[in-house]
């Protein structure tokens, strides 16, 4: 008998159909519900986008009205909640902190997971809504302030400010991060997203999947990354340095952090528009400071461009565009949880809607069928 094809890491494998989002790494596009991810950055807030990826439409203006009013009242955090993340140490990275929450409130949801989509958008919108509340409590809880609460009067990205700073930034400030909350939403099967529907596909709950997944994105080789990037910069330092650090670290083998893509290949769809972003941001800021991280960016990004020809991902503009706002390193990937969660939940309701159970085979490769040896003595 030949041995069964084996697909390390799923590579090529396609292992279902969906209506969410599609990747064209031919023409380095990417879609959600058929429209360009470039266009839906440009034009639309990430409310809509968080509709249209849960409704399969962009909203009217009735809908978005009643979309952001429920999502406005769910912000605030119950006192249990607040009191539980109270006591988790400081020393735990903030997305063991968003696991954490997001398994209590699974816990503390009296509400029954009865598979249908209605529920489900529920709980999504709850997870929407929260998220950025337990993501800023604790960015300042590590910085010895008291938490500010959410601001029902603000949208979605400049209340995140809110509760960060205290006061929200120029109007292009916020725009920027909301292009990358709109970037991060959905990429149809990586790796976090994958995960959240194989938990779904044993028919397990919506918290557990979500869970799960917050586990799969921390990850350096998914949405680790961005963060990756920022202590990558600080340790090289000086933008005279870049060429010379890669040299050594392409030959000690080293992953270079905000490169590379499984799907594509010949560049991100979405690092142009977030690349402009940070940009807009360099420019507005103009202090050396800036300006030695800017150049230094650049540097590594031709650097790699002529050694290796790997393009750089989404988390290469994003994480530094995050430390220009004024973001904790550590709180890059939460905020790439604020965004996927839509995604993630999207793909839960749909995996639901057809579901297989997910478990593949393996080939074996360990010792053959031996006698268990009689215990010596
Ligand atoms: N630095 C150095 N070499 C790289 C990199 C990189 N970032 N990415 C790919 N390569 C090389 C790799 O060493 C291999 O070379 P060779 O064939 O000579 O051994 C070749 O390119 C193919 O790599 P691969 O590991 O087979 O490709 P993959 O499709 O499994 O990798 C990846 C995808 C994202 C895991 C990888 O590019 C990587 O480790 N990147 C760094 C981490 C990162 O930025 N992750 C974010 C991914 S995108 C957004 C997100 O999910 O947040």
Redo the contacts with the bound molecule.
Sequence with gaps: TTAPAIHR?LAGVVVDTTEISTVIPETNSLTYRGYPVQDLAAHRSFEEVAYLLWYGELPDAAQLREFQARERALRPLGRTTSELLARLPETCHPMDVLRTAVSFFGAEDPTEDDGSPAAHRAKSLTLLAKLPTVVAADQRRRRGLAPVPPDPGLGYAENFFHMCFGSVPAPEVVRCFETSLVLYAEHSF?ASTFTARVVTSTLSDLYSAVTAAIGALKG????G?NEAVMHMLEEIGDPQRAAEWLDGA?AAKR????????VYKHGDSRVPVMQEALDRLVARAADPETTRLATLHTALRNAMAGR?G?HP???YPAGLAYHLMGFDTPVFTPVFVMSRITGWTAHITEQLAHNALIRPLASYAGPDQRAVPAMAG
């Design positions: 890491g990586n350096p080789l998914h949405g990354a392409l992953r270079i952090m905000g490169f590379g893509h499984r290796k790997i991902n989404l988390d």
